[in-house]
């Protein structure tokens, strides 16, 4: 009877400490969020690809990283990377506003944000203050709608905020809006999608340099997720550069 009383009870001590150990691995367990920012990110014939998608895999297969990548809204993205530990942004434009709430990866592609005005539209731009009697079309809390509204902009007023790139484009297209934000590639992407030919749909009236200060879009941490982690992901990033795996990919894609 003792000899039960104590199998019973060593049973139930290592059950305990197996479920422990399963709540420290998934609390350690990293989470990868993005959105649908063609061809940085985004799903075809239900698989996730583009860019940076094929980059960041890359790391992870050179760490030895086992995680899934879920694309959804910016915004819901944002919020994620903002408030939970282990949480993997990608692809994230580095700006001031942004520096202290994420820790920092590193560059996954290249990048260029423009102000776009219609090919037949007589809209000309020598300064941002331009830009204020228009109606703009902006990503909701994506890097360009966060600066525009960082010099004085609002949603609302000027700024015509969507959760979708591609509706920007529609909008834009149709006349609804004056000027459309956007990196340049994702830009070009909609544009030929729509089977439209860039250079009789779009001007490229303003360049944003404060946008384009860092080298390209990034991936990054929440804030809450060790530094070790960070780390071997910077490792695993600078290694696919070293040794040409980036280059092949960049190579696929621009």
């Not at 776009?116 to 331009?130: E, G, V």
Request: glycine share 6%; net charge neutral.
């Amino acid at each position: 009877m003792k000899q039960s009383l104590f199998t019973v009870a060593r049973s139930v001590v290592l059950a305990a400490l197996a479920c422990l150990s399963l709540r420290a691995m998934a609390g350690d367990a990293i989470q990868i969020v993005t959105e649908e920012l063609p061809p940085y990110n985004m799903t075809q014939d239900g698989r996730l690809t583009g860019m940076s998608t094929e980059v960041v895999q890359a790391v992870l297969e050179e760490i030895g990283e086992q995680a899934s990548i879920q694309s959804m809204p910016w915004a819901r993205a944002y919020d994620i990377a903002l408030n939970a530990e282990n949480v993997l942004i990608y692809s994230i434009t580095r700006t001031a506003q942004r520096e202290q709430l994420f820790k920092w990866v590193g560059v996954v592609a290249p990048m260029h944000w423009y102000l776009y005005a219609r090919s037949d539209s007589d809209i000309q731009l020598k300064t941002l203050d331009d830009a204020r009697q228009y109606q703009i079309a902006t990503v909701k809390q994506d890097a360009g709608e966060q600066y525009l509204v960082s010099k004085g902009f609002a949603v609302g007023k000027n700024l015509q905020s969507n959760n979708k790139y591609a509706y920007n484009y529609e909008k834009f297209k149709l006349g609804r809006v004056d000027l459309w934000i956007s990196i340049e590639l994702n830009a070009l992407y909609l544009i030929r999608q729509a089977g439209d030919d860039p250079n009789r749909a779009v001007i490229p009236v303003l360049s944003l340099p404060e946008l384009n200060g860092s080298d390209g879009l990034n991936m990054a941490f929440s804030r809450q997720t060790a530094d070790a982690t960070v780390e071997r992901f910077r490792q695993g990033l600078q290694t696919i550069r070293n040794n040409g795996t980036y280059a092949a990919i960049a190579k696929r894609w621009l």
